[in-house]
């Protein structure tokens, strides 16, 4: 088990069965560098969030944790992309991060979060244009849809997931309600603080409407607020690939120079409340996308040939290395 002294978790040992996750870079090694800088900042809240929960979780005030239950899930986000393995075409300048260790608890580790969403958001976009193929003339528009803060967040997300449900069954039963137009729905759960302390969680959403529909926001504002009390709704059309980042690229909105988001407490105890639920899902024509992060993603290109890249985790940053066996 991980060593804590001070800030530093020792004892980091890379586990020998990486996740893949390829992710083409759009220029050489500079692009690999700037990467790896963002994996080393996320790695440092990984270990930040590890020492927490090693030192406080009892302050959590969750009756089920023990410390095994906790030593593991810090050994884990300890651990993470502890090693990357790059792929380098041999002529182009152009890189691929090819495999590393990740630890994939998306809720509380970054950089586990990223790669979850960059897969995901590949699968989403390949099945709207499957969808516009079928239905010339599709539209797209993410919305966000608020209920009012709550001291229960579980509670709350049950809320928000029952409410879209009886919307959605409204419109496929009865042909009615503000959704009556809407051919597949993706819902992603998020969680923030309110002013008053209080959990917000609040839906992020991706509607694909019928040929020449629209959503009418009025109804929709007042058919939610009847549900769950929020009146707060937003929609926009999505026009373009990376327009879904911004709708799906976190669950638990991490703290920015301590003034919004989630502390480290918060975030730690939002996961262990939320630990079981599904956070992302489905419906109509979007129904069966795929949620796994096993080994499908790999590029459709053959990148046997291409050179390896291999970089360590040393304490502030990355080493390259010239194997993974190599210490």
């Given at each position: 088990?991980?060593?804590?002294?001070?800030?530093?978790?020792?004892?980091?040992?890379?586990?020998?069965?990486?996740?893949?996750?390829?992710?083409?870079?759009?220029?050489?090694?500079?692009?690999?560098?700037?990467?790896?800088?963002?994996?080393?900042?996320?790695?440092?809240?990984?270990?930040?969030?590890?020492?927490?929960?090693?030192?406080?979780?009892?302050?959590?005030?969750?009756?089920r944790l023990n410390d095994a239950r906790v030593q593991r899930l810090a050994f884990d986000l300890a651990n993470c992309c502890s090693w990357m393995w790059f792929k380098q075409h041999p002529s182009e300048y152009r890189s691929k991060l090819f495999r590393a260790d990740f630890c994939n608890h998306r809720l509380l580790c970054i950089n586990c979060s990223r790669r979850s969403s960059f897969v995901w958001?590949?699968?989403?976009?390949?099945?709207?244009?499957?969808?516009?193929?079928?239905?010339p003339g599709a539209r797209c528009y993410s919305g966000v849809l608020t209920m009012p803060n709550t001291a229960d967040l579980r509670g709350g997300i049950l809320l928000l997931r029952s409410s879209l449900i009886k919307l959605l069954n409204r419109a496929r039963k009865?042909?009615?309600?503000?959704?009556?137009?809407?051919?597949?729905?993706?819902?992603?759960?998020?969680?923030?603080?309110?002013k008053d302390n209080f959990w917000h969680p609040h839906l992020h959403c991706v509607f694909i409407l019928a040929p020449g529909q629209r959503?009418?926001?009025?109804?929709?504002?007042?058919?939610?607020?009847?549900?769950?009390?929020?009146?707060?709704?937003?929609?926009?059309a999505l026009l373009k690939q990376e327009d879904l980042l911004e709708v799906f690229k976190y669950t638990l909105k991490t703290t920015k120079s301590g003034r919004d988001g989630l502390s480290l407490a918060d975030r730690s105890l939002a996961y262990f409340l939320l630990l079981g639920t599904r956070l992302r899902e489905c419906y109509g024509l979007f129904r069966g996308i795929p949620d796994d992060l096993g080994d499908s993603e790999e590029p459709g290109e053959d990148v046997s040939s291409w050179n390896d890249i291999f970089y360590r985790w040393a304490g502030v940053g990355y080493r390259r290395i010239s194997s993974l066996h190599e210490e």
């Open positions: 088990m991980a060593v804590i002294k001070g800030a530093v978790v020792e004892s980091l040992q890379a586990p020998h069965n990486g996740h893949s996750y390829s992710v083409a870079l759009r220029s050489g090694e500079s692009e690999t560098q700037r990467d790896l800088g963002l994996f080393a900042r996320y790695k440092c809240d990984a270990l930040a969030l590890a020492v927490y929960l090693l030192k406080q979780f009892r302050s959590l005030g969750i009756a958001l590949r699968r989403l976009w390949f099945r709207i244009k499957g969808v516009r193929k079928l239905h009865k042909g009615t309600g503000p959704l009556r137009h809407v051919l597949g729905v993706v819902a992603c759960y998020e969680v923030t603080r309110g959503i009418d926001a009025t109804e929709l504002r007042l058919e939610w607020s009847k549900l769950t009390g929020g009146r707060q709704i937003k929609l926009d």
